[in-house]
């Protein structure tokens, strides 16, 4: 194992990194001026996430809410019917989460509890943000709050806009990110996720409650030519008409986060020669629901046990291809059928009138349900024809 291996960034990912090395016995430097903090995005934390450091952390030590079901709403025009006659596919309808399918966190608890177990492995962390990078023969050189530091190996976990993105490879393009916009609801929250399909742009507005609060918003290509002034506007407009918020301050905000498609995975660059990136940095998000806070400590616990191997960069590359490449491949594939408004008519109809395709969304929120199976298990569950319609969609 290396003597000593800087993290830049301090969110889940790189806390769960710099926990592991530290543990086995790495010096361990981690980076960051901000963490831990209330993040915009979601915050659905799923049980195999909640799995992956139940080491560290306690899932009922921090503030979050407990999910019990998913609202999906449709107002999109399509054609729904087994019968082939067009019709308006107004719908919505709860899907029951089984208590250990998916809590929304406070961010800033979650990642709090994350760095605290680093700290108390025996990580340091620098409440600094790095500024420069730099690798040569003998190792790393940063810069973080005006001075200098030293080491061997590099972990960029900086998230969507990383600067070690920057210097080791190449920051993503437009194309490959998406604008996250939204509020936060002060004031009000619940025990449901609500879901609204759309096709302008194609994805789905979401409300997911926290403690305190409601995060609401909307996510689309950053290359799509629209702005987040025009998305958080459709958002407001969402939450008027949903009556989801009511007298609740709305606080805006807007994120970046990676939307790749399957052929930017497949030459996804992710550790080099005394380097790796993890989590949002790597691209490690789904490119459907863009959830990452999965991956994002996978991909922490993969590389420092690569490291502790001394074959970091062969051995992190395969396990990234082998099990978070290969997945996120699929859900980029089927993302365009996905969001069509032929397929979700028929996802909703479906919903409506089955208890086994309810499980398997229930399953696919809870991060249960591959991509590489979920065809032939709609096929399985549907009613034959309402099945090969939707299938053929994707």
């Known amino acids: 194992m290396p003597f000593d291996v800087a993290i830049v960034g301090a969110g889940p990912a790189g806390a769960r990194a710099a926990y592991v090395l530290a543990r086995g016995g790495a010096r361990v430097s981690l980076f960051d001026g901000s963490h831990p903090r209330e993040k915009p ?6 049980g195999r996430a909640l799995a992956l450091v139940a080491d560290t952390v306690d899932a009922a030590a921090f503030p979050r809410t407990v999910i019990r079901s998913v609202r999906f709403t449709n107002s999109l025009s399509s054609e729904v019917g087994v019968n082939g006659r067009s019709s308006r596919s107004d719908l919505e309808v709860g899907v029951p989460l089984d208590p250990e399918a998916l809590v929304v ?30 690798i040569d023969s003998s190792g790393v050189s940063l810069t973080a709050g005006g001075e200098h530091h030293r080491a061997s190996y590099l972990v960029g976990a900086d998230g969507a806009n990383s600067l070690v993105r920057r210097r080791v490879a190449t920051a993503f393009r437009r194309d ?12 009000v929250t619940s025990d449901e996720i609500v879901i609204e399909l759309t096709s302008d742009p194609p994805g789905y507005i979401w409300s997911f409650p926290r403690p305190g609060h409601l995060a ?11 702005g987040a002034g025009a998305l958080r506007a459709q958002t407001a407009a969402w ?12 606080q805006p905000y807007s994120w ?61 590359t395969a396990r990234v291809q082998d099990q ?28 409506t009138e089955s208890a086994a395709i309810r499980s398997v969304m229930a399953d696919l929120v809870a ?12 096929l399985k569950t549907f009613e034959l024809g309402l099945a090969w319609r939707a299938i053929r969609t994707l």
């Open 216 to 226: 609401i918003g909307i996510c689309a290509q950053a290359d799509a030519g629209i």
């Open 256 to 316: 970046p986060i990676p939307s790749l498609s399957a052929r930017d995975l497949d030459t996804l660059p992710v550790a080099g020669p005394r380097w790796a990136l993890i989590g949002d940095a790597a691209g490690l998000v789904d490119p459907i629901t863009r959830e990452g806070i999965f991956f994002a400590i996978a991909s922490g616990q993969w590389i420092a046990e690569a490291l502790a191997a001394g074959r970091a960069a062969p051995d992190y």
């Open 324 to 351: 978070a490449i290969a997945e996120l491949g699929r859900a980029a594939r089927l993302k365009a059928g996905f969001f069509r408004p032929s397929f979700a008519g028929l996802m909703m109809r479906a919903l």
């Open 367 to 378: 991060g249960r349900q591959s991509y590489a199976s979920l065809k032939w298990r709609l």
């Open 176 to 187: 490959q990110l998406s604008i996250a916009t939204g509020f936060f609801a002060h004031g």
């Open 239 to 250: 939450i008027e008409a949903s009556r989801l918020a009511p007298a609740a301050t709305l």
């Open 41 to 46: 995005c979601g915050g659905g934390v799923t």
């Open 105 to 134: 966190a406070s961010r800033a608890s979650f990642d709090a509890a994350l760095l605290s177990a680093a700290e108390r492995a025996g990580a340091t962390l620098v409440r600094s943000r790095v500024t420069a990078v730099s």
